[in-house]
């Protein structure tokens, strides 16, 4: 069974740093591109940042483009996003998901999303 | 990046047929087969309903069609079921890695 589980979430000054992960199981790691999807409290989906399955490739939204940074250690099985300078407007649940499709060069959508981890900025 | 224009609600009664609409432009839903619908029931993580403007992935009702007229692609949901209320979001390609999703559409179910 595929598992996503996020962690690090918490509340957190604004102007200050936080890093989130997501533990993955259930599928060959290694193979699928992950992503950063949060959802302030009551709004939509926001695509926050993407890697590809070696790291080779990766993308920001310009919300959070060079505050930001996405990374993968699939050794561990784990994806991470280092949240720097963060703001208030960054408060949302911070979700990871998963490539539908292996390798590269098809987009096929996120198959699997994780339950989420609550990021709230405030003073 | 803008979000893609969804309306922010739609209703229909049961056995009845909605269709909700994703406005973009020509650099995402008008410049790629790389659409997607994703349905969201509250306090529950998107689930992922049609990817590449009408494909649905295995276990995803045959109730639930998709489709794309130039930048504006379409969500359908035929003989309308008390379980399909929930927010749907379509999203699309935009470039390497990178997404957008849409405004988001609140499904009612009379």
């Known amino acids: 069974e595929v598992q996503l589980v996020e962690s690090g979430g918490g509340l957190v000054q604004p102007g200050r740093s936080l890093r989130l992960s997501c533990g993955a199981s259930g599928f060959t790691f290694d193979d699928y591109a992950l992503h950063w999807v949060r959802q302030a409290p009551g709004k939509g989906l926001e695509w926050v940042a993407g890697i590809s399955w070696n790291s080779g490739n990766i993308a920001y939204a310009d919300s959070v483009k060079g505050r930001f940074t996405i990374s993968r250690d699939n050794t561990k099985k784990s994806l991470y996003l280092q949240m720097n300078s963060v703001r208030v407007e960054d408060t949302a649940l911070y979700y990871c998901a998963k490539d539908q499709a292996a390798g590269s060069g098809y987009y096929w959508g996120f198959d699997y999303w994780g339950q989420g981890t609550l990021v709230t900025v405030s003073s | 990046q803008s979000a893609l224009t969804q309306p922010a609600s739609v209703s229909g009664s049961p056995g009845q047929s909605i269709t909700i609409s994703c406005t973009g432009t020509s650099s995402d839903v008008g410049g790629y087969t790389y659409v997607y619908w994703y349905q969201q029931h509250p306090g529950k993580a998107p689930k992922l309903m049609i990817y590449?403007?009408?494909n649905r992935p295995s276990g995803v009702s045959n109730r639930f069609s998709g489709s794309k007229s130039g930048n504006t692609a379409s969500l359908t949901i035929s003989g309308l079921q008390a379980e399909d209320e929930a927010d749907y979001y379509c999203s699309s390609y935009v470039s390497s890695y990178s997404y957008v999703f849409g405004t988001g559409t609140k499904v009612t179910v009379l």
């Open positions: 590449d403007v009408s």
